[in-house]
């Protein structure tokens, strides 16, 4: 048996580790473009601020290859897949048969078309790559714009703020708004202010100004110019889905998948970021670019390529970020729509930096948002993951944010922690 | 594999176990040290004793086959240990971002009071019996194959 995987990303691993629980014989091959053994990718911002040191970035021991078994072919783009010949060609030249194949290959930064942003001095921050680029400039730069408002832009931002640069934010409307609501939104942003980020709120980027040698001197936007040395595009990540598109394979904004990690052909399999594929509780087809989804779905194809056939729970949304010191946690449905049944009990301290929002439908915790305190949060997951009921009862000790194991139904604690033996064969 | 299990009826929420796992994990090895002087400088236990009303329960990281702490660690810090079963957390590789803590739907993970890091149980590595249920003095914990 031959697996490919494409890919070296959190995906990647956790398939090396759901084939090798099944078949220890088979070989496998990682293709990668990344020259990087694989690493935490959300951990280059820790990097770039300096918080830890280049050693700590790797995700897996250095021997984990050579302990799984596996050949690596990094620092290699695979050009073109052939579904029916069942051949990856890559574009040094080299090309390899499949058995089984993974789609590992994650997201890309999403590209604002803005003149200038191929300039010197423009930056993307997803890879290694993008933070080694950018401590080389850190210590001689003095001012940083960052375009965007979602997770990367901050955390991008907070960077460069912790190595001293004069940051500024430029926002279209509000920052997290895919997680955050206004209030949440302003507490945060409050948060980050007193730490000395700045924000241009309801900007529009109109262009970057490159000098005479071609590097980034400004960002014009409809509020007004930014002078900066540094600028970062930071509009978050797209599928990326461009093999599986050119092969022929089924892809919507990601690559399709079922619930085995299957695309729509049967010898090819997607996980991680590059997918679309079943939510946990919207049991639509999502988009969803977070780690722990990744490592679970890949945990999965592997196990399904290598023969298996469980069905994938499906993805369900959750970050956990700290800004600046201020611990925020998102987990499920978190901006219900309007009109459709959800309910939201919010519990706000402006002062004390807290915040808690709890979003209940069909008498179920659909979602929750927590910010400052999130010493419970696992127990908050329950409720979202296991579906528990939520009574009148239960739903003020949720408000008041005291979730414990003794709201839940007690079938399911039995279960969980006294459950009955099974039974053991007769020695 | 052996686990640590809980009969909540059995339980009379003594908080034994907290302090136990309190002394095994403390440098004195001693609980009136390991309370009054590791304590505030950042010792905490790895149990959890919930108690409302008449009911009460001890719980504790329960060593997933699949953790969900595991899945969601972002810096490697979190892994299985094939050999023993043992879910183990490395405190030099953890970055302190709370996905462990936000992902475990069983409340088995804290956050540490004074640095960026978490806390769980290890299983006592060194100890056939893990402390919490030796100083179980109702039997309520259990440490068994099922
Ligand atoms: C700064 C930052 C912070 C983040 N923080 C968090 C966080 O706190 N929590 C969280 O849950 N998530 C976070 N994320 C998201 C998280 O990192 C991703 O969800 C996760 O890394 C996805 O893993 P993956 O294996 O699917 O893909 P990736 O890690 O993106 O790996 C895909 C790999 O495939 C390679 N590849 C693509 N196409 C080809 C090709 N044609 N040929 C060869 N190789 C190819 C790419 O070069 C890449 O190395 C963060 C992301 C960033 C950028």
Redesign the interface.
Not at chain 1, 40 to 43: A, D, E, T
Not at chain 1, 374 to 379: A, D, H
């Given at each position: 048996m031959q697996y490919i995987i494409i890919g070296n990303g959190v995906a990647a691993v956790a398939a090396v580790e759901g084939i090798r629980e099944k078949d220890r014989t088979g070989a496998i091959r990682i293709i990668s473009e990344e020259p990087y053994p694989t690493y935490?990718?959300?951990?280059i911002s820790?990097y770039l601020a300096g918080?830890?040191d280049r050693d700590?970035l790797?995700?897996?021991p250095e021997s984990f290859y050579k302990d799984h078994g596996v050949e690596l072919s990094l620092g290699v783009r695979v050009a073109s897949l052939d579904p029916k010949a069942r051949t990856v060609a890559c574009a040094d030249g080299s090309s390899y048969s499949y058995d089984k194949l993974l789609l590992a290959t994650g997201g890309r930064p999403t590209e604002i078309d803005l003149p200038g942003a191929g300039g010197e001095g423009v930056y993307r921050f997803t890879t290694l790559s993008d933070a080694e680029a950018l401590l080389k400039v850190v210590d001689k730069a003095k001012k940083a714009v960052v375009v965007g408002a979602g997770l990367i832009a901050l955390k991008s931002a907070e960077a460069l703020l912790m190595r001293k640069l004069d940051v500024t934010m430029v926002v279209r409307s509000r920052i997290m708004r895919n997680y955050f609501d206004e209030e949440a939104g302003g507490l945060l942003l409050k948060h980050l202010e007193a730490k000395g980020l700045k924000f241009l709120q309801g900007a529009t980027p109109k262009e970057i100004t490159l000098d005479q040698k071609g590097r980034a001197s400004k960002v014009e936007t409809s509020q007004g110019d930014l002078s900066a040395d540094i600028v970062i595009m930071a509009a978050g990540v797209s599928p990326e889905a461009t093999l599986a598109k050119a092969a022929g394979l089924a892809v919507n904004r990601g690559v399709v998948v079922d619930e085995f990690l299957a695309t729509s052909d049967p010898d090819i399999y997607a996980a991680g970021d590059c997918t679309e594929a079943t939510d946990m509780i919207t049991g639509e087809l999502e988009v969803l670019p977070i780690?722990?989804k990744a490592?679970?779905q890949g945990?999965y194809a592997g196990r399904n390529m290598a023969g298996g056939k469980t069905a994938h729970p499906g993805g369900l949304p959750?970050n956990?970020?700290?800004y600046y010191g201020l611990?925020t946690?998102s987990?499920g449905i978190v901006n219900p729509p309007e009109g459709q049944g959800f309910e939201v009990e919010r519990m706000v301290d402006e002062e004390g930096e807290r915040y808690r929002k709890l979003v209940i439908k069909n008498g179920r915790l659909a979602g929750f948002v927590l910010i400052g305190d999130?010493?419970?949060?696992?127990?908050f997951?329950?409720f979202v993951?296991?579906g528990f009921p939520v009574t009148e009862d239960i739903r003020e000790k949720l408000k008041r944010g005291e979730?414990?194991?003794?709201?839940w139904p007690e079938e399911f604690?039995e279960e969980?922690?006294?459950?009955?033996?099974?039974a053991?064969p007769i020695a | 594999m052996k686990r640590v299990?809980?009969?909540?009826h059995f339980c009379i929420g003594c908080g034994l176990c907290e302090l136990a796992c309190l002394t095994v994990h403390s440098r004195s090895k001693d609980l009136a040290i390991a309370y009054t002087v590791e304590r505030p400088q950042g010792l905490m236990s790895f149990k959890k004793v919930?108690?409302?009303g008449s009911?009460?329960?001890s719980?504790g990281c329960?060593h997933c086959d699949?953790p969900?702490c595991?899945?969601?660690c972002?810096?490697?810090a979190l892994t299985k240990d094939p050999a023993t079963g043992r879910t183990v957390y490395d405190p030099?590789?953890c970055?302190?971002?709370?996905?462990c803590?936000?992902?475990?739907?069983?409340?088995?993970?804290?956050?540490s009071p004074l640095e960026?890091k978490i806390v769980k149980c290890d299983r006592c590595v060194e100890l056939d019996m893990p402390a919490c249920v030796q100083a179980c003095p109702n039997r309520a914990l259990m440490y068994?194959?099922?």
């Open positions: 935490g990718r959300p951990l820790y918080k830890i700590r790797w995700y897996r780690w722990p490592y679970n945990l959750m956990s970020i700290n611990p946690m987990v999130i010493e419970k949060s696992g127990l997951t329950s993951k296991f979730p414990s194991v003794l709201l604690f969980t922690w006294n459950p009955r033996p099974t053991q | 299990y809980i009969d909540r919930f108690r409302d009911m009460c329960a719980t329960r699949e969900a595991v899945e969601a972002i810096a490697g030099e590789q970055v302190g971002c709370m996905s803590l936000m992902a475990c739907p069983f409340g088995a993970i804290s956050k960026d068994e194959e099922r």
